[in-house]
């Protein structure tokens, strides 16, 4: 069950919303703010680039009403029910520092997602300020959220000037294949959200061997890669084998994407930070 909590620097205080179908739901009915998203690992005792997230969030404020030490502190307690299994947090600040968590139990995606891929579809949408990861965009993006869902697509990518820039809820990666050379990696690096797993994903892959370039792919250009993959903290490395009408590769997710997992998981299993109050 989807439950949200108020936090002060002492106490939690459990807030019941009219629609808590979903922390998009939940969010939407709170004060403007920032915010991060992410999943826990080791029943819920570790996250990914947990002091990487809580800059995330208290960065852009001012006078947060709560400090990160007691932020770490509210956020095990409250996490305690939900083990030994794993949760989906969400923490927001509004802009005036009132400080929230959104908890749920984690829904992993079935293992067809990542055998076989999923479908994109593009949208001429961005963020204003896509640097701060501001809830006012789940508000924005409503619309395309309800449509892809409606059509049975798995992610939305935005487009800004002919450019593919992220997905509405990741970050987007594609594969070149070169004669003569080999295949790098492409991402885009301005006009983006800087995602947590993405750059987790550039250094696992620079790790591997693998070139990585900051270079958004135009639309106009999706025929000629092999292989395309989105990023997220809950879902880890998808492979995208269809955007619009257009079939990545072979239709199918490729090698390097296999291979990109693989490390992933492992990775997160080792660097996964533990939430303690000291964060």
């Known amino acids: 069950m989807l439950k949200t909590w108020q936090i002060a620097n002492t106490s939690a205080r459990e807030i019941v919303f009219t629609d808590a179908t979903s922390l998009d739901a939940v969010t939407r009915q709170l004060p403007e703010g920032y915010y991060s998203t992410f999943r826990t690992f080791d029943g819920c005792t570790r996250v990914l680039g947990l002091a990487a997230h809580l800059r ?21 307690t409250l996490l305690e029910p939900y083990r030994p299994d794993e949760a989906r947090v969400r923490l ?8 929230y ?3 749920e139990p984690l829904k992993r995606l079935p293992r067809e997602v990542y055998e076989n891929g999923v479908r994109a579809e593009t949208t001429e949408m961005w963020r204003e300020s896509p640097r701060l990861k501001s809830t006012a965009f789940i508000g924005a993006s409503d619309p395309a959220r ?8 798995f992610e939305a990518l935005l487009v800004k000037d002919g450019k593919i820039l992220e997905g509405m809820t990741s970050n987007f990666f594609y594969v070149v294949e070169r004669d ?5 990696i492409g991402t885009a690096h301005e006009d983006i959200l800087l995602g947590i797993t993405r750059q987790t994903v550039i250094e696992v892959a620079r790790a591997q061997g693998l070139e990585v370039e900051y270079q958004p792919l135009k639309r106009d250009q999706l025929a000629a890669v092999s292989e395309a993959f989105i990023t997220s903290s809950s879902r880890g490395i998808v492979p995208v084998v269809q955007v619009d009408d257009v079939t990545i590769g072979q239709g199918t997710p490729g090698a390097i994407t296999k291979q990109l997992w693989s490390a992933y998981e492992a990775y997160v299993m080792e660097k996964a930070e533990r939430i303690s109050p000291a964060e």
């Not at 006078?63 to 095990?76: D, G």
């Not at 927001?92 to 400080?99: E, K, L, P």
């Open 146 to 153: 309800k449509h892809i869902a409606q059509a049975g697509i």
């Open 180 to 184: 003569g050379t080999p295949p790098y």
């Open 92 to 99: 927001i600040m509004t802009f005036q520092g009132q400080t």
């Open 56 to 76: 995330r969030l208290y960065e852009p404020v001012s006078t947060p009403e709560v400090s990160a030490s007691s932020l770490c502190r509210q956020l095990l």
């Open 101 to 103: 968590i959104a908890i």
